[in-house]
């Protein structure tokens, strides 16, 4: 069993950066698929980014691509969200979730969730 906590969220004004942290306890996280996904208030939750596990590529969802960045540290069992130029848009609760394996084909391939950190954008 793994458990996953997100840290790193906060109120922010647009064009501002945060950086999102999730720690994993009890499995190691480098060979699994990880992903953020976000929800806004009255709105389904939506997927942001992923890494394959074992060194394998990152993934965005076009409405970040290019200002948000996608890495781990296996050292630490610790993956990030590292969030630039940040819209109003952007506010929500991002989640950090784990896969099954070291990929994914969907959504649901990923059955460890996070409790999520709140982000704020403000204009």
């Known amino acids: 069993q793994v458990q996953l906590v997100e840290s790193g969220g906060g109120l922010v004004q647009a064009g501002g950066s945060l950086r999102l942290s999730c720690a994993a306890s009890?499995?190691?996280?480098?060979?699994?698929?990880m992903a953020w996904f976000r929800q806004a208030p009255g709105k389904e939750r939506e997927f942001v980014a992923a890494?394959?596990?074992?060194?394998?590529?990152?993934y965005y969802a076009d409405s970040v691509k290019g200002r948000f960045t996608f890495s781990r540290d296996n050292a630490k069992n610790t993956v990030y969200l590292q969030m630039n130029s940040l819209k109003v848009e952007d506010t929500a609760v991002y989640y950090c979730?784990?896969?099954?394996?070291?990929?994914?084909?969907?959504?649901?391939?990923?059955?460890?969730w996070g409790q999520g950190t709140q982000v704020t954008v403000s204009s």
């Open positions: 009890g499995r190691t996280l480098s060979t699994y698929a």
């Open positions: 979730a784990r896969a099954g394996g070291s990929v994914w084909y969907g959504s649901a391939d990923f059955g460890s």
């Open positions: 890494i394959r596990g074992s060194g394998g590529g990152t």
